[in-house]
């Protein structure tokens, strides 16, 4: 049976991740020595005092469905971790608890976007965001950034399309994935300027706000106080206390939002992990085991980072902009095709890393010079993977 006639043609026009997708790529390298750098699944453990509320929560028979918003003890913990982290103030009506951050992406996007609204999207970015905007069957307007500019936003670009198109979202992800980088204030003042200049929402991913280098400061969009009653923010527990699986993320945004949103979420899930909504409440309430267990967390990416740069820049090969969060290195090696090199360093070192074609679109091809290294591996796998990228580099320009 021919079943394609029997899909939405938005779907099959539609591939998987790519991050995904380089997983399925050949490798004469045995799997037990393949070193894979291409998805931000934190390698380390969840902490104790967490795994340790998943029990407690068991023993305790929480394991009905929750309120559609979340549990309001998580949302009030959510509340005063915002508040005490990121002088972010919100209510609990304000947050709604969801099953992970991509549901929070789905929902989000779903509840806002028309057929045919536009939205601006800073390249690269996160795929997944893509796909969820063509099921919208919305338009993207890409905004270039590139590795010599720090990968930030240049407000001229971003005022020239704003005069040219109506615009019903910006999506900003900082720190970046999968370039690492943090918006700065200065750019951040002149979108919220935009936003109320061309009336925008502003759709904030800050699901890495709490992994930041260098001891930098974070600021959210939404503490700028003009900007506060436009945007949505997207948060998770999977990257800021290896949660991945707890599949636990929330949204902040005024309540007329939310309202909507939560009739989209409650449409996909019902309501979030009963379990999982628990563990995060417990992991919150603790604040000297979460300071603890964030601050380790951070120095073991920042000493990761490190070392990848300084495998790296000893060749003069790569342009790279020095992530300041998240746990992502974004390279440039100029006139190369990464798509066709990471499939050959694949299959002859075993080392999956992702061409930056996947965080882009079509149309700018200069992102497919680019790749993405996820460095949530231990020291030993990065140190050797770093350098067979640096040797396989070398010997693949040679054939």
Same mark, same amino acid.
């Given at each position: 049976m021919f079943y394609d006639q029997f899909m939405n043609p938005v779907v099959l026009d539609?591939?998987?991740?790519?991050?995904?997708?380089?997983?399925?790529?050949?490798?004469?390298?045995?799997?037990?020595?393949?070193?894979?750098?291409?998805?931000?699944?934190?390698? &380390?453990?969840?902490p104790a005092y967490i795994k340790e509320a998943v029990v407690d929560a068991l023993n305790k028979n929480l394991t009905r469905y929750t309120d559609l918003m979340g549990e309001?003890? &998580?949302?009030?913990?959510?509340? !005063?971790?915002?508040? #005490?982290?990121?002088?972010?103030?919100?209510?609990?009506?304000?947050?709604?608890?969801? #099953?992970?951050?991509?549901? !929070?992406?789905?929902?989000?996007?779903?509840?806002?976007?028309?057929?045919?609204d536009n939205i601006i999207i800073p390249f690269p970015s996160y795929p997944p965001y893509i796909n969820a905007i063509k099921y919208?069957? #919305?338009?993207?307007l890409s905004l270039e950034t590139m590795v010599n500019d720090n990968f930030n936003i240049d407000a001229g670009r971003l005022r020239s399309i704003l005069e040219n198109e109506p615009v019903k979202a910006l999506l900003?992800?900082?720190?970046?994935?999968?370039?690492?980088?943090?918006?700065p204030k200065k750019i951040l003042q002149e979108i919220v300027d935009f936003s109320i200049e061309f009336n925008f929402l502003i759709i904030s991913d800050e699901i890495?706000?709490?992994?930041?280098?260098d001891d930098l400061a974070y600021q959210s969009i939404a503490s700028f106080p003009e900007a506060w009653e436009r945007t949505i923010i997207i948060q998770s527990f999977s990257k800021m206390l290896s949660m991945c699986g707890f599949r636990i993320g929330y949204i902040l945004a005024p309540s007329p939002i939310i309202d909507q949103i939560k009739v989209i979420h409650?449409?996909?899930?019902?309501?979030?992990?009963?379990? !999982?909504?628990?563990? !995060?409440?417990?992991?919150?309430?603790?604040?000297?085991?979460?300071?603890?267990?964030?601050?380790?967390?951070?120095?073991?990416?920042?000493?990761?980072?490190?070392?990848?740069?300084?495998?790296?820049?000893?060749?003069?090969?790569?342009?790279?902009?020095?992530?300041?969060?998240?746990?992502?290195?974004?390279?440039?090696?100029?006139?190369?095709?990464?798509?066709?090199?990471?499939?050959?360093?694949?299959?002859?070192?075993?080392?999956?890393?992702?061409?930056?074609?996947?965080?882009?679109?079509?149309?700018?091809?200069?992102?497919?010079?680019?790749?993405?290294?996820?460095?949530?591996?231990?020291?030993e796998q990065l140190n050797l993977g770093m350098k067979k990228i640096v040797s396989a580099l070398k010997k693949y320009k040679k054939t």
């Amino acid at each position: 049976m021919f079943y394609d006639q029997f899909m939405n043609p938005v779907v099959l026009d539609t591939p998987i991740s790519g991050i995904r997708l380089v997983n399925s790529w050949e490798s004469k390298i045995p799997l037990r020595e393949q070193i894979h750098l291409n998805i931000g699944q934190p390698d &380390l453990s969840t902490p104790a005092y967490i795994k340790e509320a998943v029990v407690d929560a068991l023993n305790k028979n929480l394991t009905r469905y929750t309120d559609l918003m979340g549990e309001e003890y &998580l949302r009030k913990a959510i509340v !005063a971790f915002q508040q #005490a982290f990121h002088n972010l103030t919100y209510s609990p009506r304000e947050v709604l608890v969801t #099953a992970g951050g991509q549901s !929070a992406i789905f929902a989000v996007l779903k509840a806002i976007l028309s057929p045919n609204d536009n939205i601006i999207i800073p390249f690269p970015s996160y795929p997944p965001y893509i796909n969820a905007i063509k099921y919208n069957d #919305a338009k993207i307007l890409s905004l270039e950034t590139m590795v010599n500019d720090n990968f930030n936003i240049d407000a001229g670009r971003l005022r020239s399309i704003l005069e040219n198109e109506p615009v019903k979202a910006l999506l900003l992800i900082s720190p970046g994935n999968p370039t690492g980088t943090i918006i700065p204030k200065k750019i951040l003042q002149e979108i919220v300027d935009f936003s109320i200049e061309f009336n925008f929402l502003i759709i904030s991913d800050e699901i890495y706000s709490d992994i930041v280098f260098d001891d930098l400061a974070y600021q959210s969009i939404a503490s700028f106080p003009e900007a506060w009653e436009r945007t949505i923010i997207i948060q998770s527990f999977s990257k800021m206390l290896s949660m991945c699986g707890f599949r636990i993320g929330y949204i902040l945004a005024p309540s007329p939002i939310i309202d909507q949103i939560k009739v989209i979420h409650h449409t996909m899930n019902i309501c979030a992990n009963s379990l !999982a909504q628990y563990a !995060a409440y417990k992991a919150l309430e603790d604040r000297i085991q979460l300071k603890r267990s964030i601050s380790e967390l951070v120095k073991t990416y920042q000493d990761r980072r490190d070392l990848c740069l300084e495998i790296l820049m000893k060749s003069d090969t790569f342009s790279i902009s020095k992530p300041r969060g998240a746990f992502y290195l974004f390279p440039k090696v100029a006139n190369l095709d990464m798509t066709i090199f990471c499939k050959w360093l694949k299959y002859n070192y075993g080392v999956t890393i992702v061409p930056g074609s996947y965080f882009s679109m079509e149309q700018i091809e200069g992102h497919n010079q680019y790749f993405r290294i996820c460095f949530t591996a231990n020291k030993e796998q990065l140190n050797l993977g770093m350098k067979k990228i640096v040797s396989a580099l070398k010997k693949y320009k040679k054939t």
